[in-house]
């Protein structure tokens, strides 16, 4: 029994040869349905190129020559599903979906896909679709956005994409990029249906089919029964889907050419049409074990893997081609044998391309390319005034942050008509603390959309969206609650420029209420004050104001940057200051500050300075602005003359305008509100030292969760704390 993955290759490929001369088939349904001659043909040349390309990449790993071989032998049938679709369907593919890739590139026309795969597996520079960076599928031309999951992670934004379908046709977004009469497909494993990712975007698929909102969402299950080394329970997948509310099952054998054409066309059919999700649940079979490195007899039995290999999708397909007398076997065992040539050919010339040799290269598509906007027309003075209503009053009077993101969203959804907002609570609650009131009454449901519980289904939708030109800015009710489905932003927004070449993106602003200091309320799951996991996403703008003015100017620079930069960004609203009105005395009214003019805004980077004091700077963002302005009061009255340096963006950070600011000081106290271990204080403390010279300390929250009740604020830094430790830091100088 060969134990080598390579002798397995080689075994499935003379097998091939041998039962194809000989006229030994396995055994299987005739030939039936709508698949005609020609386009058998062309789905049987897809899969020899499938099967010829997954030998060659594992060949070239094998001599150096290549880096990814979880290959697409066994899954040959998706070159059936790419045939019954409309190649302007958007697909968000499974990782062993190069047949469906291959099929839809000869339904297109006009690309050389032979060359373009052997160029990803061989990590090529020259790569058209990641330039390099991975081996990915996925095809701008194809409408195939690249896909990097293995665990299902790419089907919430494919609800996303299949829900914009249907706004797009009511509210056509500038920059739209799926075509009207389209649907959206997603296909994964079946080891994959158990990721709950996966499992919140069904629920979320089906809850909104079952409200009669269209979702014309195409899901593909290729079940090949098992996970790495883990089994599926046979029967698990059908059960799970044949009576699932809101989604219509389809089922077919994926080693049958054309019952695979025939239930995809019924299933497209039935989607297209009925605006609606289907699942098509697609029987394959896995050869040659999970990947490159993978010895399936570890856990499975001689029978088992040569039960699978005699299995072999490309004999039936050969049997089937001959019963419906549409070519000869020797006629299939030519192009099948033509086509390994060919490839291997290409794959010589493929393996002296130039690859990715420095950071420069490697960095240079993780910022998206800008893009030119229209301009956009200032929304009709009586149309604005309608719109605010009596909110008009509230503008010539000062207002708390709250108060004021509200007036800001509204100017900006007045004024960006492909902005859509969504969230938990946000259209007719308006949010947890009022933040989207009257949003939706004032801009329709479909534009302040009330989700379900789902964190993942929330920035999924948003990204789907994204990618067919409309605008969100999706809120997460509280910071805590965005570690449910971090990776939203981290594997699949922030890299889908990355590993695209900057040719497709996902522009958003993700608004996030955060940080602690709320008066007894919640504790931990309302009060987070760690901004780390999203401080270290390439790619990533994270920026927070302190008050009511700088939050209105930086959000209208969020959306700028989305809109006009591709940016991926993160609003992080303090909630503590939402409605904070006093700075030093009940009553005085320092916190609260004028709605500033819709034409201005903060650009980023741009840092923000109160006071002109020399002998400190207090370093600080968000509340620790708020606090530090209360402690420079009490600093004067100590004969320290300090000043506040709100950094706003705190990643990037602004390392020049920081270092500039604190130039005149004699020394800089870093005051920060997140924890000192992995807080955005070790960073500032770097960059201070690689561009100040002058002596620093940093007052940081403590490593701890945050507590309700009167201790709500023990762990974090305090007016008090500040003082004290500016006294410190300035009396050690002297």
């Known amino acids: 029994m060969a134990s080598n993955p390579a002798d397995r290759v080689a075994i499935v490929h003379d097998n091939f040869l041998r039962r194809v001369a000989a006229g030994d088939f396995p055994q299987g349904a005739p030939p039936a349905g709508p698949l005609d001659d020609i386009t058998a043909v062309s789905i049987f040349r897809s899969a020899c190129l499938t099967r010829a390309l997954d030998r060659e990449s594992r060949r070239m790993q094998a001599a150096g020559q290549g880096y990814y071989t979880i290959g697409p032998s066994g899954h040959e049938g998706l070159a059936s599903l790419a045939a019954a679709l409309d190649p302007a369907d958007t697909a968000f593919l499974h990782y062993r979906d190069a047949a469906f890739q291959i099929q839809r590139a000869e339904q297109v026309g006009g690309t050389t896909i032979a060359w373009d795969m052997l160029l990803s597996y061989a990590c090529s520079a020259e790569d058209p679709i990641s330039g390099g960076r991975h081996k990915v599928l996925g095809s701008k031309a194809l409408n195939i956005p690249p896909q990097t999951s293995t665990i299902a992670s790419h089907l919430p934004k494919a609800v996303g994409a299949a829900y914009s379908l249907g706004l797009a046709r009511r509210r056509p977004p500038e920059f739209r990029a799926m075509a009207d009469h389209s649907i959206a497909v997603c296909s994964f494993g079946d080891a994959s249906v158990n990721h709950s990712t996966a499992q919140g975007a069904f629920n979320t698929a089906g809850w909104t089919s079952f409200q009669s909102i269209p979702l014309p969402l195409l899901l593909v299950c290729e079940d090949n029964g098992i996970g790495i080394s883990t089994k599926s329970p046979r029967g698990w997948v059908r059960a799970n889907f044949e009576n699932r509310p809101g989604i219509r099952y389809f089922a077919c054998d994926g080693l049958d050419m054309f019952d695979t054409f025939r239930a995809a066309q019924d299933a497209a059919r039935y989607v297209r049409m009925r605006r609606k999700p289907a699942f098509l649940h697609m029987r394959t079979i896995r050869l040659y074990g999970h990947a490159g490195a993978d010895m399936a007899m570890a856990y499975l039995s001689r029978e088992e893997v040569e039960a699978e290999e005699a299995s072999d999708p490309l004999l039936h397909m050969v049997r089937q081609l001959a019963e419906a007398e549409i070519m000869e076997p020797a006629e299939a065992l030519a192009v099948y044998s033509e086509t390994a040539a060919r490839v291997a050919r290409i794959a010589a010339q493929v393996v002296q391309r130039p690859r990715l040799q420095n950071a420069d290269q490697v960095m240079q598509s993780l910022i998206p390319p800008k893009r030119d906007c229209a301009p956009l027309p200032a929304p009709d003075p009586a149309l604005r005034d309608g719109v605010f209503d009596s909110d008009m009053a509230a503008m010539q009077k000062p207002q708390p942050m709250g108060k004021i993101i509200n007036l800001a969203l509204t100017d900006l959804m007045l004024s960006h008509p492909d902005i859509v907002m969504m969230g938990e609570d946000i259209a007719r609650k308006g949010g947890n603390y009022g933040i989207t009131q009257r949003l939706s009454a004032r801009f329709g449901k479909d534009r302040v959309i009330d989700t379900l519980l789902d964190e993942q289904a929330i920035l999924g939708l948003a990204i789907g969206m994204a990618q067919n030109g409309f605008l969100p800015v999706p809120e997460i009710q509280f910071l805590a609650y965005l570690h449910n489905a971090e990776d939203q932003l981290r594997g699949e927004a922030a890299t889908l420029p990355f590993f695209s070449d900057g040719q497709f993106t996902n522009p958003m602003v993700v608004r996030i209420s955060g940080f602690g200091y ?217």
Not at 569 to 587: K, N, Q, S, W
Not at 638 to 654: E, F, H
């Open 518 to 734: 709320q008066r007894g309320f919640g504790g931990h799951f309302h009060n987070d004050n760690s901004v780390a996991v999203l401080r270290d996403i390439p790619g990533l703008i994270l920026c927070t104001p302190s008050n009511g003015r700088d939050a209105a100017l930086m959000l209208r620079e969020c959306v700028r940057l989305a809109r006009e930069e591709q940016r991926l960004v993160v609003f992080l609203e303090p909630i503590a200051l939402y409605a904070m009105r006093d700075l030093h005395t009940a009553g005085d009214g320092g916190w609260l500050t004028h709605y500033p003019d819709p034409a201005d805004s903060i650009p980023l980077g741009e840092v923000g300075v109160h006071g002109t004091g020399t002998d400190l700077a207090i370093v600080t963002f968000a509340n620790g602005a708020y606090l530090a302005r209360q402690a420079l009061l009490l600093l004067a009255q100590r004969g320290i003359d300090a000043r506040v340096i709100d950094i706003r963006w705190l990643s990037p950070l602004p390392a020049s305008a920081i270092a500039q600011a604190v130039a005149a000081c004699r020394a800089a106290l870093i005051v920060d509100e997140t924890r000192r271990t992995g807080g955005v204080a070790e960073a500032l403390m770097a960059l201070l030292d690689e561009n100040a010279d002058l002596p620093k300390a940093r007052l940081t929250a403590e490593d701890s969760f945050i507590p309700t009740g009167p201790a709500y604020a023990a762990t974090m830094p305090s007016r008090d704390s500040i003082v004290d430790a500016a006294v410190a830091l300035v009396e050690g100088l002297r």
